[in-house]
């Protein structure tokens, strides 16, 4: 069987069992989206198993899972009727075969070099974006104390960081740079966490300033993994960040 048939494959069968979880018992939702989670790895390394091995390719099973977990989780959040499920299925479908096409550039740009890879990393990227949106907001709908919800964001936060940053070098080994990036950068959004506990913020609100946090901290790490990270890109960033800060706080209800 070719690789596309088997992406286009991979992407009917998660997508009918994104649909079946719908069908079983709400008290069992997390061991649901859970065993999705492991179906989604199990197809992913039979669609990708040419170029993966017991090496740093096996990266790319990240973001399959943690976007499965995600839109499972964010699922359930949603109204219980048909004109929200359908469209979250066809973008579950879409996104699935997407990654098949990104991760199978990237497994195979390990081993030589390959055409569209560039291309493939700024698909990665927003997936990558996409699935901490999703995550975060499953995290913030939960209302934890900052001080559960800060390590799970580290916690979170580290794997998903580790296989955006080393879709840049896309080294059989991780280099130390990348362990380094993905482990700073992990810290600073559990600080993030933190000290959004103190700010009267929305779910969704809180969710995308997480994701423009991700957004400057990926992409100024990618930068400086292709030595690219020059004055105007930083400052570019940090303008982004400021302005999406500046909106937040003017967003923000403040009061008793």
């Not at 996409?130 to 001080?147: C, E, M, N, P, R």
């Not at 997480?210 to 992409?219: D, I, K, N, Q, R």
Request: proline content about 4%.
């Amino acid at each position: 069987m070719s690789k596309r048939k088997r992406f286009i494959l991979t992407s009917i069968i998660l997508s009918l069992g994104f649909i079946g979880i719908q069908f079983i018992p709400n008290q069992y939702r997390f061991l649901s989206i859970g065993s999705l989670g492991v179906l989604t790895i199990l197809m992913f390394v039979w669609s990708l198993r040419e170029g993966l091995g017991f090496n740093s390719t096996i990266l790319t099973l990240i973001l399959p899972l943690f976007f499965t977990l995600g839109v499972g989780f964010f699922w359930f959040l949603l109204p219980t009727n048909v004109f929200t499920r359908i469209p979250i299925v066809i973008f579950y479908g879409i996104g699935i075969y997407s990654l098949c096409l990104t991760l199978n550039i990237y497994s195979v740009a390990a081993i030589r070099t390959i055409a569209l890879l560039r291309a493939a990393r700024g698909v990665g990227f927003v997936l990558t974006l996409l699935t901490f949106f999703l995550v975060y907001d499953f995290l913030l709908s939960l209302k934890l104390h900052a001080y559960i919800t800060s390590p799970f964001v580290a916690l979170i936060s580290f794997p998903l960081f580790l296989q955006g940053f080393w879709s840049i070098p896309l080294e059989k080994y991780i280099p130390s740079n990348v362990l380094k990036l993905s482990l700073v950068s992990s810290l600073i959004m559990s600080q993030i966490a933190l000290s959004l506990f103190f700010w009267p913020v929305t779910v969704v609100v809180g969710s995308l300033f997480f994701t423009v946090a991700c957004y400057v901290l990926l992409g100024l790490g990618q930068a400086k993994l292709e030595g690219r990270l020059f004055v105007q890109t930083i400052r570019e960033y940090l303008f982004l960040a400021t302005i999406v800060s500046i909106g937040m706080f003017i967003a923000t209800r403040w009061g008793v």
